[in-house]
T-cell receptor
Framework: AQSVTQPDIHITVSEGASLELRCNYS??????LFWYVQSPGQGLQLLLKYFSGDTLVQGIKGFEAEFKRSQSSFNLRKPSVHWSDAAEYFCAVGAGQAGTALIFGKGTTLSVSS | GAVVSQHPSWVICKSGTSVKIECRSL??????MFWYRQFPKQSLMLMATSNEGSKATYEQGVEKDKFLINHASLTLSTLTVTSAHPEDSSFYIC????????????FGPGTRLTVT
């Protein structure tokens, strides 16, 4: 069965420091992979996605992620974190036909310290 | 960009009553909408897939008679929680899919349901 694991429940980084959020997936075929951010009172916003091709994908707000098939990972990175990046981050894998059903990880809460 | 709204954003109801939650795609037509449930500090769990004009497909373990889903138009899907109980209290989130590509799935802001 498909699954997504986000090993870190809560991460705190200093403003301006780099960030890496981990995501591991379990899926039989080539996965569709996503990172979403959820802020209080707002809907989930898509940061970036991977379907195929270049394994390093660029997203919005300065985020990027790298797909590593050998490690079944899709880690999210940002070189310099801003206080406004504090939020809940979810990794998801698209399952089912055309990857339409999303299976989410449990999320990582990012806190940014000044 | 594509916008999805949910109404209400917060609702309190008494045990045994029913409550309806609306999900609307405001500026696009969505043949497929999804309903998720999110417990505090936990992941989103897919409840059902709603296709316009047809019956919803429920995930295993989701009671279709308790969570009634209607996708009557290309811009509106509703979730009705029937005979609500305190354990139904949760955060319900919908998403709408633009076209057939998984990446074009847009999420509503969610509805907080509290059953007393």
């Amino acid at each position: 069965a498909q699954s997504v694991t986000q090993p870190d429940i809560h991460i705190t980084v200093s403003e301006g420091a780099s960030l890496e959020l981990r995501c591991n997936y379990s899926y039989g075929a080539t996965p569709y992979l996503f990172w979403y951010v959820q802020s209080p009172g707002q809907g989930l916003q898509l940061l970036l996605k991977y379907f195929s091709g270049d394994t390093l994908v660029q997203g919005i707000k300065g985020f990027e992620a790298e797909f590593k098939r050998s490690q079944s990972s899709f880690n999210l990175r940002k070189p310099s974190v801003h206080w406004s990046d504090a939020a809940e981050y979810f990794c998801a894998v698209g399952a089912g036909q055309a990857g339409t059903a999303l299976i989410f990880g449990k999320g990582t809460t990012l806190s940014v310290s000044s | 960009g594509a916008v999805v709204s949910q109404h209400p954003s917060w609702v309190i109801c008494k045990s045994g009553t029913s409550v309806k939650i609306e999900c609307r795609s405001l500026d696009f037509q969505a043949t497929t909408m999804f309903w998720y449930r999110q417990f505090p500090k936990q992941s989103l769990m897919l409840m059902a897939t709603s296709n316009e004009g047809s019956k919803a497909t429920y995930e295993q373990g989701v009671e279709k008679d308790k969570f009634l889903i209607n996708h009557a138009s290309l811009t509106l899907s509703t979730l009705t929680v029937t005979s609500a109980h305190p354990e139904d209290s949760s955060f319900y989130i919908c998403s709408a899919m633009l076209g057939g590509a998984a990446y074009e799935q847009y999420f509503g802001p969610g509805t907080r349901l509290t059953v007393t």
